[in-house]
């Protein structure tokens, strides 16, 4: 017997009226049929004394079995969301990585540039679309910069969550009523309950960091995907087409919302342009994802001279730790015991997946694509092969593989590349994309439980189906009841020693630990920074030697810091006070604009960026540049008494020989000079070699790199 969901689609292939429809009548649970009193469909409805009968459609036609999953999709939505808002907030801070891109916002607003210190093009945001993203709300509102990163990161990240299980309910609209069409469907949130509990995804929902962004994308695209998925012909219609130019367009963004995610894009983007479509929409399609990325790329490669953002360079993103990769991933599955919910998905995937190839088997395809009573026969040249292989493409099926793939395939690069030294940060973005198929799962009661117990051989058909229903429905049941006991219990667990010790794996609880060190639960603000070790120390050293000039270089003592001064010989307007620390965002941000902020790693300066990685250096720390180059690239006095103690006088020389390397200062040039015409277009042709360009970290061995002359030292060995 087949359902009356099964017999409408398999009337043809469904049209561009599905995208003309209202939200609330695309809801995934909305079938368009109308019900009777006991939510089963019933074709008419008889509203006349004088027995004239009309067929009411869409809403007003609904019964239980229409108002059933809706209802309990939106009290799943909203509450997972608020428990989400209200988690957040709780944990709610700026990080010190996030303080970083609000330099940024201070030099545009300055007339500066997008660049984080004044005179030099440096890109020290890794994503570009959050970097904008907060200078337009900051525009906007005029509001203090940390406040407004605080609350765009947290409005996008609590969103993702009902858009992304928006567009699974969409996935599941005909397995309503389960494999009878008569039961009653309960959409109930699991991927969004394993997210929400994991502490990293509630510390990383404010932090000034763009991973509210991440998910809010991912979530976006994924509900254009399912929408396109059951959009057939979308080349007739107008609506249908310009859904599909946005599918396009919101694909396009990957990189520059952070570069990783264009495998998420990028493949999104594929499946699109394979689907049946018209030479035009493809070029149209093209267009609309190309347009921004590579209008960005060739401004990056002209004015910052590299093919990627700084920090890619300063992180070697193309390089590999796979060791450090899978110590990370233990460090996030283990203090949860996240690896019982990932299992209870994997379950729950299977149990739908076997569910929907039974009611394939029984009552004919599912709304899936076009039906296979109107599908061409099996085709024989390939060219119909391809044909048929490429429509096979618009459906939730291919959906669902393409989207699982990207997740995988980003959860490995971040393995590779050794993962990071905040716990948990990278791979909650490909976690959430391989929750998508699974951010709700609909659980079945069926229409006839008495039929489950009955023998006669009239109804043997209907019996087997709902014996299987009410397993499949007692089973999903059942992993929804664990993982919501598991996320209970779970939720407020942290790393040992978390706030307290790093560790020899160099990963941290990154709010933990600055909230520890400052006695601060909340940071959110550059002044609440002050609080932590050496800060306040270094305004009151920027505030003594900000006229004088010279290189701020931080002690073991949290209350004093070194200078290494100018010589006399400077002219005041050319003396500039630079400091060199780690800790670039809370530096930064308590410093003023005329002042060089720099760093070890690298994220805002490019000598140390274009340093080797050290192989057992600390994940996300791994290249630390000596201070005598700072030295030596300041022209500070090289000398002691009056340079620090602590520093080499003949590894400041030899810095000084170093960096006269000729590719060296091309590189120097191509960010300091000015930015002219001609220097564009020599940018965009050398930004291929700068973004591959090493230098030695030992000045004595980059000498020798070089070919320079090694100068003879002050203290002889």
Same mark, same amino acid.
């Given at each position: ?262 495998? *998420? #894009?990028? =493949?999104?983007?594929?499946? $699109? @342009?394979?689907? /049946? ?6 070029? !149209?399609? +093209? ?41 990370? *991933? #233990?460090? =996030?599955?283990?203090?949860? $015991? @996240?690896?019982? /919910? ?6 729950? !995937?299977? +149990? ?366």
């Amino acid at each position: 017997m087949q359902s009356p969901e099964h017999s409408s689609s398999a009337q043809g292939p469904t049209t561009d009226v599905d995208s003309d429809e209202s939200d609330t009548e695309k809801f995934v649970a909305a079938t368009t049929e109308p019900a009777d009193s006991n939510g089963n469909p019933a074709e008419s409805n008889q509203d006349r004394a004088d027995g004239t009968v009309t067929t009411r459609t869409g809403v007003r036609g609904w019964g239980p079995r229409q108002w059933v999953p809706t209802i309990s999709f939106v009290i799943g939505a909203v509450t997972t969301a608020i428990f989400f808002a209200i988690g957040a907030w709780q944990r709610r801070w700026i990080a010190d990585d996030g303080l970083i891109v609000l330099r940024t916002l201070r030099n545009l607003f300055a007339g500066n540039g997008p660049v984080f210190n004044a005179g030099e093009r440096v890109e020290a945001n890794t994503s570009t679309a959050w970097t904008y993203l907060l200078w337009f709300w900051a525009w906007i509102t005029d509001g203090q910069l940390e406040y407004v990163a605080l609350w765009v990161a947290l409005v996008l990240s609590v969103a993702a969550i009902p858009i992304a299980m928006y567009g699974t309910a969409r996935l599941f609209r005909t397995r309503l009523g389960g494999l009878g069409g008569d039961g009653w469907t309960l959409l109930l949130p699991l991927g969004a309950i394993v997210y929400i509990a994991l502490p990293p995804a509630r510390d990383f929902a404010t932090s000034g960091l763009e991973n509210g962004l991440c998910i809010f994308w991912v979530a976006v695209l994924w509900c254009q995907l399912v929408a396109w998925s059951r959009r057939h012909g979308s080349g007739v219609s107008w609506p249908g087409r310009a859904a599909t130019i946005t599918l396009a367009f919101t694909a396009g963004l990957a990189p520059l919302i952070r570069p990783e995610l264009t495998v *998420v #894009g990028g =493949l999104a983007l594929l499946l $699109v @342009l394979l689907a /049946p479509s018209s030479w035009k929409m493809r070029i !149209g399609m +093209v267009v609309a994802a190309g347009v921004l990325p590579v209008g960005y790329q060739i401004f990056r490669m002209g004015y910052y001279a590299l093919l990627v953002p700084n920090p890619a360079v300063a992180k070697d993103a193309s390089g590999s730790k796979w060791h450090q990769g899978f110590i990370y *991933v #233990g460090n =996030l599955f283990g203090p949860y $015991v @996240l690896v019982l /919910p990932v299992i209870l998905a994997v379950v729950a !995937g299977i +149990v739908i997946v076997v569910g929907n190839r039974m009611r394939v088997t029984d009552d004919g395809p599912a709304d899936d694509g076009p039906s296979d009573d109107d599908a061409p026969a099996p085709a024989t040249n390939p060219r119909a092969r391809l044909a048929r292989w490429s429509a096979s493409l618009q459906s939730p099926t291919a959906v669902v593989v393409m989207i699982l793939v990207a997740g995988l395939i980003s959860g490995v690069y971040w393995i590779r590349q050794g993962g990071d030294f905040m716990h948990g940060r990278v791979l909650l973005v490909p976690l959430f994309t391989l929750m998508l198929p699974l951010m709700v799962i609909p659980v079945t009661i069926p229409g006839h439980v008495r039929a489950a117990f009955r023998r006669t051989p009239a109804s043997a058909d209907r019996t087997r189906r709902t014996r299987v229903q009410l397993v499949g429905s007692v089973v999903m049941a059942a992993i929804w009841v664990t993982t919501l006991v598991w996320a209970i219990d779970s939720h407020e667990n942290v790393l040992p020693n978390a706030g307290i010790d790093i560790g020899r794996s160099g990963i941290v609880d990154e709010r933990r630990f600055y909230t520890t060190n400052m006695g601060n639960q909340n940071p959110v603000t550059a002044e609440d920074y002050l609080d932590y070790p050496r800060m306040r120390a270094m305004v009151e050293w920027i505030d003594k030697y900000h006229s004088q000039g010279g290189v701020i270089l931080p002690s073991f003592n949290y209350d004093e810091w070194y200078i290494a001064k100018l010589p006399g010989d400077i002219a005041p307007k050319k003396r500039k006070l630079s400091v060199y620390f780690l800790n670039l965002g809370m530096t930064s941000m308590n410093a003023p604009l005329d002042v060089r902020v720099i760093d070890q790693m690298g994220l805002a300066y490019p000598l140390a960026a274009h340093t080797e990685r050290l192989e057992d250096g600390r994940i996300g720390h791994d290249k630390v540049l000596p201070s005598e180059w700072v030295v030596a690239e300041a022209h500070a006095f090289p000398r002691k008494p009056v340079l620090p103690g602590y520093l080499d006088e003949d590894v400041v020389r030899q810095a000084e020989v170093a960096l006269t390397c000729p590719e060296t200062k091309d590189r120097f040039e191509s960010y300091e000079g000015p930015w002219t015409f001609e220097r564009f277009k020599s940018n965009l042709k050398e930004s291929f070699r700068f973004t591959d360009y090493r230098i030695e970290r030992d000045p004595e061995y980059e000498i020798q790199r070089c070919g320079l002359q090694m100068p003879p030292r002050i203290h002889p060995r």
